[in-house]
């Protein structure tokens, strides 16, 4: 079946390096990815979204690069902090027809650990 | 900032017993989702209302499990009889307004079957 999901279960990195968390998705058809950290005990939290015809957004120590051509996904975290130490889970949507709002397929996560 | 609101956030039960989980979305919000996560892995979406109709519900197992959001605010889930196999994370969404697609997670009722 089609399915979003991660190529790393863990990754650990240095405090003040960069982070790089990778995604694969199968479905051409999706339009528009999320990434979501999840923090022990808590919810799914936005980070940044990206839609099919753009191939890179930034945020706030964020970049989400999508690469359609391999169906490839990742989220870079610059100067990663204790703070980001979470589980991070890509996502996509697919949309319920002429619907604005759509299914969110999430991935298998990516646990993320911060060494100081 | 608002929330998605969740309780309990945790119940014990024994299995063939009944638990039913309530969210109170982002006041505004029209769409309002219910998913299950399996430790180690991620959210699958078990029934999404849009106001107080079912927009999707094709992953909810029917005979045990029930949805509702009778005024279109605040939802309840309900399992009846709990099976072990139903011990997970009950994660509660709202979306709404300009950005429909950006959901707002409550913090989860977290249910163990014994």
């Known amino acids: 079946g089609e399915s979003v999901g991660l190529h790393l279960p863990t990754l650990s990195v240095q405090e003040g390096d960069n982070s790089i968390i990778n995604c694969a998705y199968s479905?051409?058809?999706?339009?528009?990815f999320i990434w979501y950290k999840q923090e022990s005990g808590k919810g799914p939290q936005f980070i940044i979204d990206i839609r099919s015809n753009m191939d890179k957004r930034q945020g706030q120590r964020v970049t989400v690069l999508l690469n359609k051509t391999v169906k490839h996904l990742s989220l870079q975290i610059a100067a990663t902090q204790p703070g980001d130490s979470a589980v991070y889970f890509c996502a996509e949507i697919r949309s319920y027809g002429s619907s604005n709002t759509g299914k969110l397929i999430f991935g298998q996560g990516t646990t993320l650990q911060v060494k100081p | 900032e608002a929330e998605v609101a969740q309780s309990p956030r945790y119940k014990i039960t024994e299995k063939s017993q009944a638990v039913a989980f309530w969210c109170d979305p982002i006041?505004?919000?029209?769409?309002l989702y219910w998913y299950r996560q399996i430790l180690g892995q991620g959210p699958e979406l078990l029934v999404q209302f849009q106001d107080e109709s079912v927009v999707d519900d094709s992953q909810l197992p029917k005979d045990r499990f029930s949805a509702e959001r009778l005024k279109g605010v605040d939802s309840t889930l309900k399992i009846q009889p709990a099976e072990l196999g139903d011990s997970a994370m009950y994660l509660c969404?709202?979306?709404?307004?300009?950005?429909?697609?950006?959901?707002?997670f409550g913090p989860g009722t977290r249910l163990t079957v014994l």
């Open positions: 969404a709202s979306s709404g307004g300009d950005r429909d697609n950006e959901q707002f």
């Open positions: 006041s505004g919000h029209a769409t």
């Open positions: 479905n051409s058809a999706s339009d528009y």
